[in-house]
């Protein structure tokens, strides 16, 4: 391939010249999809990037004194009961109104979990092997009925779980919903680079290595979709975010809603109290008056183990990456292009190597940029975060074994059926192990421990694995 002369010293200037090499050689079809993708590269982002980030030891800074979130903390007197009450009602108002729209952040593949193919669409349910979306899919319906509203869905995947994310929906009939209620908006993508070069890879012979550009890329991702325009012409105000991963989601929860509306905030974030100093999940914090999250990779030791002096966390607050955003404050982060900070994330990435071998490293040899959302938290002029207890919204599907697994996810998710029924009156086995039989309840059936009360309280002992479904 005769490569032109303007694109030879772009690649050249950005110490991609490898790349040049490449093109030349290609065959036409792989060289044509090369130049494409190459065409979509910010050459300065990306030198400014690997500047940044590649080579030596690097950790992002954690800069002024980080000192606990101010929060709102899980009700404990009849004050702290009453208010939590006010706020769902205002909360049920807004929904009720139309207000609100739901964002499910899917652009990630089950990789980790040794599934192939969207991680939304892995199987979680203990009963049925419900997945991921069919899940948050009923909730939508059971939300769209209780509050007789419209609550638009927007589903973000990436370039790489697109197709496969659109065919699950389309082989599930949509999960019930109509069509027309769900948009699929595909979120950008950087190129992945050697952690020691810094080198653009390619994945194949015309293919770069790309990757999302992390959650942070939705608000820009939905911007330039035209999704902001159609929600505001429909009403919509208040955008709720939340990660695929989640099964205890309280997908637009109206205490938390309530909360927000109440402090006028811009942006507004939920947190769990941390199990341990070294728990993998970002911590709030204010910082210089602002509220901040910082990952915890990017956290010192010293400060992710400090105590009170009752022996507590003095950084307490682990972040579930669920949020409500004014569509006023997302207009505004957007209106001039929008850049959140970018962080790196160093990872395994299969590659084709200079003689056009396959490439499967066994330790972590490539780079990936991603930004995240909450670092829009310092940029609005008012935020609130909210404690939750973790055994009712927060029990995450990140690795096959372990902590935060399916079988974690789904012993929570049973504990919690159980406890609903339970206090409804509603007698509940446990095994030798001493865990609730298996339980399934259809959000379409009982969203929460109110509905159980009112539809489910006159059922039996349960004494086997049971299905709580709609008739």
């Excluded at 044509?32 to 950790?59: K, N, P, T």
């Excluded at 800069?63 to 706020?87: F, K, N």
């Excluded at 010293?302 to 950084?315: I, M």
């Amino acid at each position: 391939m005769e490569i032109r002369a303007a694109l030879r010293e772009q690649l050249i200037g950005a110490g991609q010249e490898h790349l040049v090499g490449v093109l030349a050689t290609a065959t036409p079809e792989d060289a044509a999809s090369l130049g494409a993708q190459i065409a979509e590269i910010d050459f300065a982002l990306i030198r400014e990037l690997i500047d940044r980030f590649v080579g030596g030891a690097y950790m992002d800074a954690v800069g002024g004194s980080l000192s606990p979130c101010e929060a709102i903390p899980l009700p404990r007197t009849d004050e702290e009961y009453a208010a939590r009450d006010r706020a769902r009602s205002s909360g049920e108002d807004a929904l009720r109104a139309g207000r609100v729209a739901a964002i499910l952040l899917a652009g990630g593949q089950g990789t980790r979990l040794g599934f192939d193919g969207p991680k939304g669409n892995f199987p979680f349910g203990a009963i049925t092997g419900r997945t991921l979306f069919a899940h948050h899919a009923a909730k939508i319906v059971a939300l769209r009925s209780r509050y007789e509203c419209a609550l638009p869905w927007i589903v973000l995947t990436s370039p790489v779980n697109d197709d496969a994310t659109r065919t699950a929906f389309a082989e599930a009939n949509w999960f019930g919903l109509d069509r027309d209620s769900i948009e699929f908006v595909v979120q950008g993508t950087l190129p992945a680079v050697d952690a020691l070069t810094g080198e653009i890879l390619r994945e194949a012979s015309g293919e770069i290595a790309r990757s999302p550009d992390g959650h942070g890329g939705v608000l820009l991702a939905l911007a330039r979709a035209g999704t902001f325009a159609r929600l505001r012409a429909h009403g919509i105000t208040t955008l709720f975010t939340f990660q695929v991963d989640n099964p205890l989601t309280s997908i637009a929860d109206p205490v938390f809603l309530g909360h927000h509306i109440a402090a006028g905030a811009e942006m507004s974030n939920l947190a769990v109290r941390k199990r341990t100093a070294d728990e993998p999940v970002g911590v709030i914090a204010t910082r210089d008056a602002a509220t901040v999250v910082v990952e915890y990779s990017d956290l010192p030791a010293d400060l992710a183990g400090a105590r009170d002096d009752d022996g507590h966390l003095v950084l307490w607050a682990g972040n579930v990456a669920t949020h409500y955003i004014e569509l006023s404050f997302a207009d505004a982060l957007t209106a001039n292009g929008f850049a959140l900070p970018y962080h790196r994330a160093v990872k395994v990435v299969p590659y084709l190597d200079d003689a056009g071998l396959q490439v499967t490293p066994i330790a972590p040899n490539a780079i990936k940029f991603e930004t995240f959302l909450f670092d829009a938290l310092p940029m609005a002029r008012a935020t609130i975060t909210v404690e939750v207890a973790r055994e009712e919204q927060f029990s995450p599907i990140k690795n096959a074994e372990g902590p935060d697994s399916p079988a974690t996810c789904r012993r929570d998710v049973n504990r919690l059926y159980a406890s609903w029924l339970r206090a409804a009156g509603v007698e509940v086995a446990t095994t030798d192990d001493g865990e609730p039989v298996d339980l399934e309840i259809d959000p379409r059936c009982a969203l929460d421990a109110n509905d159980v009360a009112a539809r489910l309280a006159h059922l039996g002992p349960i004494h086997t694995p049971t299905l709580l479904a709609p008739s």
